[in-house]
């Protein structure tokens, strides 16, 4: 049950500061504007992509305090961009704002927010959803994925959902999961940091032992 192991330590990761501010880092200057805008209509955009973020910060946090994680795929600004041209072979390639993306013949052949390799020999794929209620068609996306991975790597995989607030009874996008982890207080947690101390501010990637490059893990 490796994805449940990674669900308890998200779920009962305790966000800091530290952890808000390296969220932010990853979104562009325009988004930590729309972030810190309520009334900008882009701004649950933003709020979307910094809980994101956050979740990933959270995990690498998560990572160097357990044996149970082997590594967990860089993204956003940690990734490193290599274009992709027609000869490159199948698999991970990022896209230009460090997003997981799968090549298959050249074209994307699905999205991934976070990817876990844990010390069972388990590779763990993750979605990160504020809200599950309008999600649809969840259960072939997840088939489809796990399928996508196991081909390319030849290991176990499950799936891992991330939520900002515990899912209402019924919620059919946690039928296909393996396990899920609620991260309360998240989506909002950006407030705790004065939008001054990161509006501008450039942070070097967090210290990790456990953080690879998509084309390591």
Do not use: Q
Request: net charge neutral.
């Amino acid at each position: 049950m490796s994805a449940a192991e990674v669900s308890e330590l998200l779920s009962h990761a305790e966000i800091t500061p530290s952890h808000i501010r390296r969220a932010v880092h990853h979104l562009t200057k325009p988004e930590r504007a729309m972030l810190y805008d309520a009334a900008n209509p882009l701004h649950r955009s933003a709020t979307g992509k910094y809980f994101e973020a956050l979740v990933y910060e959270l995990l690498l946090g998560c990572a160097e305090r357990s044996e149970a994680v082997v590594s967990v795929v860089a993204k956003f600004s940690d990734a490193e961009f290599v274009p992709y041209d027609k000869y490159a072979p199948d698999g991970l390639w990022y896209s230009r704002d460090g997003g997981i993306r799968f090549r298959l013949g050249g074209k994307v052949a699905a999205e991934m927010d976070l990817l876990i390799k844990t010390a069972d020999g388990v590779r763990v794929f993750g979605e990160v959803i504020i809200s599950p209620s309008g999600v649809r068609g969840f259960r072939s996306e997840i088939f489809a994925k796990k399928k996508l991975l196991a081909d390319l790597y030849g290991d176990p995989v499950e799936f891992l959902m991330v939520l900002a607030a515990a899912p209402p009874s019924g919620v059919r996008c946690l039928e296909g999961s393996d396990a899920y982890a609620v991260v309360t207080g998240g989506v909002r947690s950006y407030e705790m940091v004065h939008s001054g101390e990161v509006m501008k501010r450039k942070l070097s990637p967090a210290a990790s032992t456990k953080r690879v490059n998509g084309k390591d893990w």
